[in-house]
């Protein structure tokens, strides 16, 4: 059974820092792409990051230049650094797996596998 488990979340002062880290297990990653998403309540849900199996990056317009990804495929995770937080940034963030089919990954119903996903507040 597949299982994408998020943690590092937590309450975090404006212009703090944050790093989650999402692990999974029951079967590898490592040829898929892998995002974070996050959603606020009474938004829709919200890209953030991704990265392929080659380090390729990207990144949502509203995060780009504050957050970083990275992955280790030999670990099955994949990590979100994130630097300069606003309180804008509050949300609910998960992690996901795309289906392998893509290359390059950022709408929700291209993912296949999520988290549960885990609280990150940024107080002003």
């Known amino acids: 059974q597949v299982h994408l488990v998020e943690s590092g979340g937590g309450l975090v002062q404006a212009g703090g820092s944050l790093r989650l880290s999402c692990a999974a297990s029951g079967r590898t990653f490592s040829r898929n792409v892998m995002g974070w998403f996050r959603q606020a309540p009474g938004k829709e849900r919200e890209f953030v990051a991704a990265i392929n199996w080659s380090g390729n990056a990207y990144y949502g317009d509203s995060v780009k230049g504050r957050f970083t990804i990275f992955r280790d495929n030999a670990k099955n995770t994949v990590d979100l650094q994130m630097n300069s937080l606003k309180s804008e940034d509050t949300a609910v963030y998960s992690c996901?797996?795309?289906?392998?089919?893509?290359?390059?990954?950022?709408?929700?119903?291209?993912?296949?596998?999520w988290g549960q996903g885990t609280q990150v507040t940024v107080s002003s």
């Open positions: 996901a797996a795309a289906s392998p089919i893509f290359v390059y990954a950022i709408r929700p119903q291209d993912y296949d596998f």
